[in-house]
């Protein structure tokens, strides 16, 4: 019954990490990166379709990603997308291809970023103690209804805290990294 727990709560730790990970992965570094735009949708005929659905994106070198979409008649509102997205990018049409320049970061961009990541940040952590609670909470329940020991119910406790301890940590390695990565100039 205590490995299910832990097993579980593990799971979701994971999980919330990987949520992390993908939210980072979408702030722009002032290098190129195809995975800034993956949470951008394209209106295609009255219905929402990712970005990634609808073009090729390459990255041929640091300052450029290169968007050729699979249909031609789609260049103008991917454009207008892009343009509307809060990415701050300015798209180049030539009727086949859109080159999005990828422009080095302000003092202010990088300072809003960090704040940003900051925010994840937290909320990352938050999530990581809301699943040790509930892991908690279903020990003591396992405990009140006798199917466990007290002994078994504390060492429960100390393995998620472990467990908590490890996936905070990696979260905060994952955030200094990454804000490492936009303070370089």
Do not use: W
């Not at 992965?25 to 993956?38: E, K, N, W, Y």
């Amino acid at each position: 019954m205590i490995k299910e727990v832990l097993q579980e709560a593990e799971s979701h730790m994971i999980k919330t990490v990987d949520v992390f990970r993908k939210e980072l992965s979408s702030l722009r570094t002032g290098r190129a990166s195809v995975t800034i735009f993956d949470n951008i949708h394209v209106d295609y005929f009255g219905s929402e379709m990712a970005l990634n659905q609808l073009a090729t994106l390459s990255s041929p070198d640091a300052t450029l990603v290169v968007i050729s979409p699979f249909d031609a008649g789609t260049i103008t509102v991917i454009e207008k997308a892009i343009q509307s997205s809060d990415l701050g990018l300015n798209p180049n049409n030539d009727g086949k291809l859109i080159r999005v320049p990828i422009p080095p970061l302000t003092e202010d961009r990088r300072k809003m970023l960090s704040k940003k990541i900051q925010e994840y940040e937290e909320q990352s952590k938050i999530a990581i103690r809301n699943i040790r609670r509930d892991a908690r909470d279903q020990a003591k329940e396992f405990l009140r209804e006798k199917m466990i020991s007290e002994d078994d119910e504390h060492k429960c406790e100390d393995e998620i805290q472990k467990l908590t301890d490890k996936y905070v940590d990696s979260i905060a390695e994952i955030s200094k990294q990454k804000q490492t990565d936009i303070m370089e100039v």
